[in-house]
């Protein structure tokens, strides 16, 4: 059975404060739809100790880099739902960290996780759809710096290399459709960076093409250079797997986005990526 978690459930499982509570939390929540409990979570994730999971989630045992795929099988998690748990873990589990980050950005992180997840589920797009008609948006949107101090228009100047005009009318139409806001000289991002891929318009299939655009451009430039990447492969799958490979990437890159983003960063990059 595939279970469907509308948004109050959601909006739980998201406001758990550790990933014992997650746990909890999405057991409660899918028991509502069928039986389900820590043998189950035990027989899917592959665990030889069927009470390992109840375990955890009483505190008396941890999860470990090596239990954690397991974990996250088991529970049955997806795409940005299962990396948020990951995070969940990471920030309380030190040895789960494949990567050395401390606990603020993997806060952030977090934080960014949250709203991704409610804006899939409750975020239409409506009129603000009229604002990425401005190719310029996604790059100033991120060079804005952190939700807390944003940035002013000479600094989004410097981070972005577009010409002040360009800026200040770029700027008036994000706070115009409620993108940003401007307190004073500053402008702040409603969060780190923009991921625009819940666009399901024209709106977005010209953005993305036009950054498509500009990515051949670069290549045909400089395909060597020593700080843009251009790669490109082809591998076989299970045509029945796609749909799970396209969120698994997704998730990927946006981790990848996530944990990369300096909001004292001095220059602005751009990332796009297609899988067919």
Known sequence: MT????????ERLVAATNYRCFIKTLI????????????????????????????????????????LPKMIRGLGLKSDLAEYFRILVEIEEHNCRNKILDESKLIQIKSNLTKRIL????????????????????????????????????????????????VVNTLDMMV??????????????IENHA???????????????????DSITMANKNLSSSEKLFLSSAFSV????LI????????????????????NGDRVINLVASLF
């Open 3 to 10: 279970y469907k978690f509308e948004l109050d459930s959601v």
């Open 28 to 67: 409660e929540e899918k028991s509502k739809q069928k039986r389900f409990g820590y043998a189950d979570i035990a027989r899917i994730g592959g665990f030889s100790a069927r009470s390992f999971p109840r375990d955890v989630t009483t505190g008396s045992k941890r999860i470990s880099l090596q239990s």
């Open 119 to 166: 804006r899939k589920r409750k975020y239409y797009v409506g009129d603000s759809d009229k604002a990425f008609t401005i190719s310029s948006i996604p790059i100033v949107y991120a060079a804005l710096g952190s939700s807390e101090t944003g940035a002013n228009i000479k600094e989004i100047c410097g981070k972005t290399r577009l010409e002040q005009a360009d």
């Open 176 to 189: 115009q459709k409620g993108l940003i806001q401007n307190k004073g000289k500053y402008f702040i991002a």
């Open 195 to 213: 991921s625009f891929d819940g666009l399901k318009s024209e709106i977005f299939k010209k953005h993305f093409i036009k950054t498509a655009q």
């Open 238 to 241: 299970r045509e029945k797997d």
């Open 244 to 263: 799970s490979l396209k969120e698994d990437l997704r998730s990927l890159l946006l981790r990848y986005i996530d944990t990369s983003e300096n909001c």
